[in-house]
């Protein structure tokens, strides 16, 4: 009976014996797939086993401190700089200039985006390492720790660019060296002088200062390029000054032609003045582009002028011609000013002077000048007998021939205009 129980006993633990190994074979698995589960975020799988040489080595992907651990955050009090109570901190500065997105003359200002990186130690996040590497972060520690309070003077508007995320980075080295970079758009005041415009070079200054009362300055010089302004401004100008010169060649008669033209020409001056004018901010002293524009203006509007006062003399002429019986009494001299300009004065028929009797009185003096003229010597050869012409007898000549101005206006207008352009431009450019 004890054999039996003995031998029942033996088959139950046989029998029990390869499940008991079965479960003692997968529990160290299950415990070692436990503790890659922590970090999973390393797993390098390769046919779905793990890395295990690759996890050791990528210190960036397995278990570390926290930052704030490793960094001693809560160890100091930042919102005091380093080494408070002593000497200042130097903090290096340097600007990378992203690009210069606008330039505005009405405002005066400047636009732009760009770096701004500092550079500082603090020895209170300084760090053990054995690779002597530096540590890089986000914004998010930036708010926990002491940076420097560098603000831009002059600054209108800026911002620190946030797309994707904020454009802030901040690598710490291990013996507490710092570089706090940010990517900024920043529009600055700039105190631009126009005397020369648009001839002109600007200096503008973006200006960084810290409560420590050191003021940085970044100049910009800042030249104009000319060609676009010519287009616009210069060359139209030019046109419509040469155009008004074309009334000079137009018959003075033909009132309605040259009345229309030297209008058009000063109201297209007059929009090209205000056009200019509107573009540029109110400043209380001349510009080049205005000494320039107002010039022009005076040649066109001169130009009016001067067909007024041929109007004026060629109607005293002809009204003279008409007294002294020059002009047939049946023309009529308003018909003359308004006609269309194919009208000349060899049209006109003029009649000779009648010849006076002769009388005794007019004999006498006929004789005692014929003999006055032989009485005279006759002049030697090689001189030369000149009059001299008073400015009135010449005012009044001109006067009396008006066509003339026209003649002189051809010649006299270009070449003032042309000295005009030579005095500006060696002036100003």
Not at 13 to 36: C, E, F, G, I, M
Not at 128 to 145: E, G, H, M, Q
């Amino acid at each position: 009976m004890n054999l039996v129980l003995l031998v029942f006993r033996l088959m139950c633990l046989a029998w029990l014996w390869p499940v008991t190994l079965h479960n003692s074979s997968h529990q160290p698995n299950k415990r070692r797939h436990k503790d890659v589960y922590v970090g999973e975020n390393s797993k390098n799988q390769h046919g779905g086993r793990i890395d295990f040489k690759m996890k050791r080595s990528d210190s960036t992907k397995s278990l570390l401190i926290k930052s704030e651990q490793l960094l001693r955050i809560e160890d100091h009090d930042f919102a005091m700089r380093p080494g408070f109570g002593g000497a200042a901190i130097p903090v290096g500065i340097d600007v990378q200039v992203e690009s210069i997105d606008s330039i505005s003359e009405v405002n005066m200002d400047f636009t732009m985006t760009l770096y701004l990186r500092h550079y500082w130690q603090d020895d209170r996040l300084a760090f053990p390492s054995s690779s002597k590497k530096s540590r890089t972060f986000d914004a998010r520690l930036v708010k926990k720790i002491w940076v420097p309070d560098v603000f831009f003077v002059h600054s209108k508007r800026s911002f620190i660019h946030d797309t994707t995320m904020e454009n802030i980075m901040l690598r710490v080295y291990p013996d507490g060296n710092i570089l706090y970079s940010v990517r900024i758009t920043v529009t600055a005041l700039c105190a631009m002088d126009f005397s020369s415009f648009p001839l002109d070079t600007q200096k503008c200054s973006l200006e960084l200062e810290s409560c420590w009362y050191n003021r940085l300055y970044i100049n910009f010089i800042l030249r104009r390029h000319i060609f676009f302004f010519m287009l616009q401004t210069y060359f139209p100008t030019m046109l419509m000054v040469m155009l008004s010169w074309v009334s000079f060649w137009i018959d003075r008669r033909a009132v309605p032609a040259r009345v229309s033209l030297g209008i058009t020409t000063v109201l297209t001056m007059s929009t090209i003045i205000t056009g200019v004018s509107a573009s540029m901010p109110q400043v209380s002293y001349v510009k080049a582009v205005d000494i320039y524009l107002w010039a022009s203006f005076l040649f066109v509007f001169l130009s009016v002028i001067e067909y007024a006062a041929v109007n004026y003399f060629t109607t005293v002429e002809e009204m003279k011609k008409l007294k002294g019986g020059k002009i047939p009494a049946d023309f009529n001299a308003t018909q003359t000013m308004a006609f269309d300009g194919c009208y000349h004065d060899n049209d006109i028929d003029l009649t000779p002077f009648p010849e006076l009797p002769s009388t005794p009185n007019t004999e006498r003096s006929r004789t005692a000048t014929s003999r006055n003229s032989a009485a005279e010597p006759p002049p030697t050869e090689g001189t030369r007998l000149r009059r001299k012409k008073s400015i009135k007898h010449n005012l009044s000549f001109i006067m009396s021939n008006s066509y003339m101005i026209d003649s002189y206006s051809r010649v006299v207008f270009p070449m003032t205009y042309l000295m005009f352009n030579i005095i500006y431009w060696s002036l100003y450019s």
